[in-house]
């Protein structure tokens, strides 16, 4: 899941950081705002959801550079 956060916005986020935890928590906030959470869904994230509703709050990006 990192990987393909990073793949596909690495050239248009400051920082990722992951919190290991117990109980099968499992979020994803981009800020402050939660985008997903098992917790909440009980059940697991599929990566293309995760990466659909961090575009929704940092709204559409443009191509990485050279990728035309």
Same mark, same amino acid.
């Given at each position: 899941?990192?990987?393909?956060?990073?793949? +596909? &916005?690495?050239?248009?986020?400051? $920082? =990722? #950081?992951? !919190?290991?935890?117990? @109980? @099968?928590? &499992?979020?994803? #906030?981009? @800020? $402050? +705002?939660? =985008? &997903?959470?098992?917790? $909440?869904?009980?059940?697991?994230?599929? =990566?293309?959801?995760?990466?659909?509703?961090?575009?929704? =709050?940092?709204?559409? !990006?443009?191509?990485?550079?050279?990728?035309?």
């Amino acid at each position: 899941m990192v990987e393909a956060i990073l793949n +596909k &916005f690495e050239h248009y986020i400051d $920082d =990722v #950081t992951v !919190i290991p935890s117990s @109980g @099968g928590v &499992f979020e994803v #906030t981009v @800020g $402050d +705002k939660l =985008v &997903f959470s098992k917790k $909440d869904l009980e059940r697991h994230a599929e =990566v293309q959801e995760v990466l659909e509703a961090i575009d929704a =709050v940092i709204g559409p !990006i443009p191509e990485p550079p050279g990728e035309h």
